[in-house]
T-cell receptor
Framework: IAGITQAPTSQILAAGRRMTLRCTQD?????MYWYRQDLGLGLRLIHY???????GKGEVPDGYSVSRANTDDFPLTLASAVPSQTSVYFC????????????FGSGTRLTVV | GQNIDQPTEMTATEGAIVQINCTYQ??????LFWYQQHAGEAPTFLSY??LDGLEEKGRFSSFLSRSKGYSYLLLKELQMKDSASYLC??????????WGAGTKLIIKP
């Protein structure tokens, strides 16, 4: 592993199903983030974690939950998927307040039907 | 509310220079970032400005004016591989990034 690994790469999910998107980093960054990216819109923050054991809500948290049991892993769970959650999901991490930039995973393309 | 504005799309010629502008209105300011995103890929970090002025990195330069809420990314000696979306993002008073929708840059031979 080098950087951030996301899984799966893509997924088609039936509405109402539960789904967990996985994110693992090996850079020992304290802060981690989940974004969704939709055509014509900027990246929107779903949830974040400034350090292991803490999480916070971003701009669009409804319908999503996260956990941060350790430094490396930051899974995102959709409890009951809806079509409006069709999007590309990016996990990112940063060292400290992010002045050196955020490192992004390669993304998960999720389609809810 | 918080807002980041940048043009939706720009076209330039290989070998030329292009300037992508970004204006912002945010709750506080702790830095401005530029990212490059090729189609179907993750954003990659290009530059970070926290003080006024120009930061140069090879063919890419980024400028910031905090009093005007304005930044630009300057790309010189354009290459076909520079065809991508360029994302402007501002770190607000809570150190959260607010993102623009991105500027799609099309490079023509």
């Amino acid at each position: 592993i080098a950087g951030i690994t996301q899984a799966p790469t893509s997924q088609i999910l039936a509405a109402g199903r539960r789904m967990t998107l996985r994110c693992t980093q090996d850079m020992r960054h304290n802060a981690m983030y989940w974004y969704r990216q939709d055509l014509g819109l900027g990246l929107r923050l779903i949830h974040y974690s400034n350090t292991a054991g803490t999480t916070g809500k971003g701009e669009v948290p409804d319908g999503y939950s996260v956990s941060r049991a350790n430094t490396d892993d930051f899974p995102l769970t959709l409890a009951s998927a809806v079509p409006s959650q069709t999007s590309v999901y990016f996990c990112a991490s940063s060292e400290g307040s992010g002045g050196n930039g955020y490192t992004f995973g390669s993304g998960t393309r999720l389609t809810v039907v | 509310g918080q807002n980041i504005d940048q043009p939706t799309e720009m076209t330039a010629t290989e070998g030329a220079i292009v300037q992508i502008n970004c204006t912002y209105q945010t709750s506080g300011f702790n830095g401005l970032f530029w990212y490059q995103q090729h189609a179907g890929e993750a954003p990659t970090f290009l530059s970070y400005n926290v003080l006024d002025g120009l930061e140069e990195k090879g063919r890419f330069s980024s400028f910031l004016s905090r009093s005007k809420g304005y930044s630009y990314l300057l790309l010189k000696e354009l290459q076909m591989k520079d065809s991508a979306s360029y994302l402007c993002a501002v770190q607000d008073s809570n150190y959260q990034l607010i993102w623009g929708a991105g500027t799609k840059l099309i490079i023509k031979p």
